[in-house]
């Protein structure tokens, strides 16, 4: 069962032409990763499928045609979205910015959130721009685990974080994914395989690799070529 | 002594329609990027509401009259704005070139508007005689009028830092201004909160021109394009999106432009304004309650 499907996908920023036909599919209530070295375009891949970049091309979320979709509509349709750098609401309390994620006729499940991100929880009444930027992370996923999302997209969620908050963010992430469908944007190649099924690997813009995890993680040649990572 | 105090009132019953003024022009510029160039007008329209009650409604008794135009300015002021956004603004977001273009149009014709309407001479308000007396405070006698707009000033500030702290549309908002695409990303029509804030914007102004009216003893068309021009000085010294940086400023330029044109030389206080506004752009480019652009 297939719950995103992307193909001959086309973005520019400005003058620069950054994806060039993007294609790949991601299976539902699976993990895959989207991977590839710095600037080949995988926020701007995440960025089209939230309609926050004028995009050409398909993008299907489920029924959804997101290339026509206002964002607003993308999300309430059940598409959680972390982006590259967190993008919490500094000015804001933490408590403040869960409540702006909670959507109408809508439970939120705060309990699940700080059960996962205790840190949190003491810090509610706290301006989210003066969070450590791992408690800036836990933020971030939280907001979009308040609801029962059946997409997530996600950006980065480990960059620059210390060791110990990354393995707490993977875990996180591997509880989410439980019952939704994950791509997930990760330069950590450690992190990637602990939680995805599926590879993608873009470079320069278009699709150069998809297949399993397992086996992009065991050939060193293909991870060294498009990654620039020796694994092992 | 005397006459310190009673500049000093003067002085904070002009930031007070400063206020009124810039705040609606500082949300509209932090959630929207929209440099609105026609919110004089809505500060004029106030303003001729505000004589037309008071000029109209010759049997209702004098004190109730007035506020019944106070609020008729508001419900102008705030009519246009949310039609202006719904009608024109809406189709050009992200176009700031056009945006602008628009909106100095917008305001060159409304003035022009009201010039053919009610002719380019001033009209005097009909206004409680209680206005002009004075009162005495530490041995300045303050007209009445002054303590009037600043009080007013006061509860609208409380009232809008009360709406944007404790309603959804208030915290949509305040997220709205710091980073309006992630709104969206959560799943909220962010459109929504543009007409709100237009109408807020409006409805803030139109009061000020109701009392500027006051103020200036009299309303003319281009007197919101003035005084619109300080307006723009306040934001950008106070930080664009934020209220209390714009309270701030409205004291801060007030105060300067009543002190310089009165210890000074007078004349001198818009000057000294601009030379403030390069003063606080050198030191603190992002405005005195601004955040720093990432």
């Given at each position: 069962?297939?719950?995103?499907?992307?193909?001959?996908?086309?973005?520019?920023?400005?003058?620069?032409?950054?994806l060039?036909?993007?294609?790949?599919?991601?299976?539902r209530?699976?993990?895959?990763?989207l991977?590839?070295?710095?600037?080949?375009?995988?926020?701007?891949?995440?960025?089209?499928?939230?309609?926050?970049?004028?995009?050409?091309?398909?993008?299907?979320?489920?029924?959804?045609?997101?290339?026509?979709?206002?964002?607003?509509?993308?999300?309430?349709?059940?598409v959680?979205?972390?982006?590259?750098?967190?993008?919490?609401?500094?000015?804001?309390?933490?408590?403040?910015?869960?409540?702006?994620?909670?959507?109408?006729?809508?439970?939120?499940?705060?309990?699940?959130?700080y059960?996962?991100?205790?840190d949190?929880?003491?810090?509610?009444?706290?301006?989210?721009?003066?969070?450590?930027?791992?408690?800036?992370?836990?933020?971030?996923?939280?907001?979009?685990?308040?609801?029962?999302?059946k997409?997530?997209?996600?950006?980065?969620?480990?960059?620059?974080?210390?060791?110990?908050?990354?393995?707490?963010?993977?875990?996180?992430l591997?509880?989410a994914?439980?019952?939704?469908?994950?791509?997930l944007?990760?330069?950590?190649?450690?992190?990637?395989?602990?939680?995805?099924?599926?590879?993608?690997?873009?470079?320069?813009?278009?699709?150069?690799?998809?297949?399993?995890?397992?086996?992009?993680?065991?050939?060193?040649?293909?991870?060294?070529?498009?990654?620039?990572?020796?694994?092992? | 002594?005397?006459?310190?105090?009673?500049?000093?009132?003067?002085?904070?019953?002009?930031?007070?329609?400063?206020?009124?003024?810039?705040?609606?022009?500082?949300?509209?510029?932090?959630?929207?990027?929209?440099?609105?160039?026609?919110?004089?007008?809505?500060?004029?329209?106030?303003?001729?509401?505000?004589?037309?009650?008071?000029?109209?409604?010759?049997?209702?008794?004098?004190?109730?009259?007035?506020?019944?135009?106070?609020?008729?300015?508001?419900l102008?002021?705030?009519?246009?704005?949310?039609?202006?956004?719904?009608?024109?603004?809406?189709?050009?977001?992200?176009?700031?070139?056009?945006?602008?273009?628009?909106?100095?149009?917008?305001?060159?014709?409304?003035?022009?508007?009201?010039?053919?309407?009610?002719?380019?001479?001033?009209?005097?308000?009909?206004?409680?005689?209680?206005?002009?007396d004075?009162t005495?405070?530490?041995?300045?006698?303050?007209?009445?009028?002054?303590?009037?707009?600043?009080?007013?000033?006061?509860?609208?500030?409380?009232?809008?830092?009360?709406?944007?702290?404790r309603?959804?549309?208030?915290?949509?908002?305040?997220?709205?201004?710091?980073?309006?695409?992630?709104?969206?990303?959560?799943?909220?029509?962010?459109s929504?909160?543009?007409?709100?804030?237009?109408?807020?914007?409006?409805?803030?102004?139109?009061?000020?021109?109701?009392?500027?009216?006051?103020?200036?003893?009299?309303?003319?068309?281009?007197?919101?394009?003035?005084?619109?021009?300080?307006?723009?000085?306040?934001?950008?010294?106070?930080?664009?999106?934020?209220?209390?940086?714009?309270?701030?400023a409205?004291?801060?330029?007030?105060?300067?432009?009543?002190?310089v044109?009165?210890?000074?030389?007078?004349?001198?206080?818009?000057?000294?304004?601009?030379?403030?506004?390069?003063?606080?752009?050198?030191?603190?480019?992002?405005?005195?309650?601004?955040?720093?652009?990432?």
């Open positions: 069962m297939i719950a995103i499907e992307v193909a001959d996908l086309n973005v520019w920023r400005g003058d620069a032409h950054v060039h036909g993007v294609e790949f599919s991601v299976a209530n699976e993990v895959t990763a991977l590839g070295r710095n600037g080949v375009g995988k926020s701007t891949t995440l960025l089209a499928m939230m309609g926050l970049l004028p995009a050409q091309g398909t993008i299907r979320i489920d029924a959804t045609d997101a290339i026509a979709t206002p964002t607003h509509l993308i999300a309430q349709g059940g959680g979205y972390v982006p590259e750098d967190r993008e919490v609401f500094a000015s804001l309390t933490v408590a403040e910015n869960f409540r702006l994620a909670e959507r109408p006729n809508t439970e939120p499940r705060y309990e699940m959130v059960s996962l991100f205790p949190l929880y003491g810090r509610k009444e706290q301006a989210a721009g003066t969070l450590s930027g791992g408690q800036q992370q836990m933020l971030a996923l939280g907001r979009v685990l308040l609801n029962p999302n997409i997530l997209l996600i950006d980065e969620p480990t960059k620059g974080l210390a060791p110990i908050i990354v393995e707490q963010v993977v875990e996180a591997a509880h994914a439980e019952d939704a469908t994950v791509l944007v990760e330069q950590n190649l450690w992190v990637a395989g602990q939680l995805a099924n599926d590879a993608v690997v873009l470079d320069q813009g278009q699709v150069v690799h998809s297949g399993p995890m397992d086996e992009l993680i065991n050939d060193s040649a293909l991870a060294g070529r498009y990654l620039g990572v020796e694994v092992r | 002594m005397s006459s310190f105090v009673l500049f000093t009132l003067t002085g904070l019953g002009l930031a007070g329609l400063y206020f009124l003024l810039a705040s609606g022009l500082s949300l509209i510029f932090g959630l929207m990027s929209v440099l609105n160039l026609a919110h004089g007008a809505f500060f004029a329209a106030g303003g001729y509401t505000a004589w037309f009650v008071m000029d109209a409604l010759d049997s209702v008794p004098i004190g109730l009259r007035f506020i019944v135009a106070l609020l008729a300015a508001g102008v002021g705030a009519s246009a704005g949310a039609v202006i956004e719904r009608v024109l603004v809406r189709r050009l977001y992200g176009q700031h070139v056009e945006q602008i273009l628009l909106t100095i149009g917008l305001g060159m014709a409304a003035v022009a508007l009201m010039g053919g309407w009610f002719s380019y001479d001033p009209r005097l308000l009909t206004q409680p005689d209680w206005f002009g004075t005495e405070i530490a041995g300045a006698n303050v007209p009445n009028n002054r303590l009037l707009i600043l009080g007013v000033a006061i509860l609208f500030f409380i009232g809008l830092m009360t709406f944007l702290k309603t959804r549309h208030g915290l949509i908002i305040r997220a709205g201004v710091e980073n309006p695409s992630m709104v969206r990303a959560l799943g909220i029509d962010v929504r909160s543009f007409t709100i804030v237009f109408a807020l914007g409006g409805l803030l102004a139109g009061v000020g021109g109701a009392l500027g009216t006051v103020y200036f003893n009299g309303i003319s068309p281009s007197l919101g394009t003035t005084q619109l021009i300080f307006a723009f000085i306040v934001v950008v010294i106070g930080g664009l999106g934020s209220i209390p940086g714009t309270a701030l409205s004291v801060l330029v007030a105060l300067t432009q009543i002190y044109n009165n210890y000074l030389t007078s004349g001198l206080g818009s000057i000294s304004v601009v030379v403030l506004l390069a003063g606080v752009l050198l030191v603190r480019p992002q405005g005195l309650l601004g955040k720093a652009a990432p």
